[in-house]
Nanobody, 124 residues
Framework: EVQLQASGGGSVQAGGSLRLSCTAS????????IGWFRQGSGKYCEGVSW????????HYANSVKGQFTISRDNAKNTVYLQMNSLKPEDTAVYYC?????????????????WGKGTLVTVSS
């Protein structure tokens, strides 16, 4: 059974940093991607970034390019999302998801496995 555990959320002031972690279990091979998504209050779910666990291919949403960095530690089955220069508009519940299907990695809602969210609150 695939499980995803997200952690690292918290409250920071604008300009601060947080690092989110997503640890995956239950996969028998590395042919999947981990994606980060966020949903602010009253907003649609937004795809933030994803990384292919097997070859490290990375994608960022335009809204976070240059601000967030995604990385992986395959030995720990963990993907990180380093978030710098945080702004109040980055406040959201952040979710990680996983899927083996390359054709859906660019989507927001079609990812198959989802972890519980972790709340990030950025105050001005």
């Amino acid at each position: 059974e695939v499980q995803l555990q997200a952690s690292g959320g918290g409250s920071v002031q604008a300009g601060g940093s947080l690092r989110l972690s997503c640890t995956a279990s239950g996969f028998t091979s590395d042919d999947y991607a981990i994606g980060w998504f966020r949903q602010g209050s009253g907003k649609y779910c937004e795809g933030v970034s994803w990384i292919s666990v097997s070859d490290g291919t990375i994608h960022y949403a335009n809204s976070v390019k240059g601000q967030f960095t995604i990385s992986r530690d395959n030995a720990k089955n963990t993907v990180y999302l380093q978030m710098n220069s945080l702004k109040p508009e980055d406040t959201a519940v952040y979710y990680c998801a996983a899927d083996r299907r390359k054709e859906i990695w660019a989507s927001t809602t079609l990812w198959y496995y989802w972890g519980k969210g972790t709340l990030v609150t950025v105050s001005s």
